[in-house]
């Protein structure tokens, strides 16, 4: 199979319009489907849907997109490996991050790195974990930095447990709750919550919180995937949230935001490195992840 074409067809695929890709990939559209519609030939099944709006994956091309990506991801390590050999310094990152990671961890590391490998490139994808796994497992991101499970659950993918944090809940300074050196549950339930999703480790431990104490948990207002949000609520209202505790960092320095003393609250996670099992690793990845876990050490 022609790499050249599969690397067409993902462009194509991912922007979901030929116009966008041709022009992304410096090529004009015609080349670019009759590149496709040459992969499509010899695989003998259709890639792609096209539409009045565009193209759309079929699912054909959706397990062609699946290995194509841990291919485009091998071929970068190739490459990175190559120019180390070759003595040079330069190099491209793509790693994935979650957002307590992106609060401090990263952003040191990534300062040390540069003082150290200044030529070396990084581009930082965030998200949650539900969207870093499967960019990790399908070659999106070289690695991601978040919580790692305490039991691996996925033969593709390899975890390496850097430090343990502690969620907490959050509320702005002045909240009526802020005079209490200790609260119990029965004080949290009475005020709105914003709170992650129900999948998220964050809302598991939130409710069996509540769950061991014998009450029902409290009914979030909002639900959400942002960080951003949580906080800019809890800053602005009476509503609590329940995050780790290193996303309020740099708040709680401001005296913009505040941890509560809940009594009972035992939650802890690991941070560490996920990445494919069978996967290579650039040399450039290589010292940012070296850069990662010695600042780790440091929290």
Known sequence: MDYRKVQLFLAAARLGNMTE???SLDISQPALSKSIKSLEKTLGVRLLERGRFGVSVTPFGQALMQHGQVMEAEMRNAVGEI?????AQRGHVLMGCGPTEATRLLPLALQALAQDQPEIQVTVLYGL???LMPWVKQGEVDFALSSVPARATDPDLSHERLLTETATVVAR??????QHKRVTPEMLTPYPWVLPRKRELERLAFDEYFVAQGLEPPTAQVETTSTVLMKSMVMQSDALTFIPAELIYWEVRAGQLLALQASGNQWARQVGITRRRKGSMS???QRLLAAVKSVAKNF
């Open 173 to 178: 300074t002045g909240h009526p709750l802020a």
């Open 283 to 285: 040399p450039a990845s």
């Open 129 to 131: 974990n539900e969207a």
């Open 21 to 23: 890709a041709a022009a």
């Open 83 to 87: 120019q180390a050999m070759r003595g």
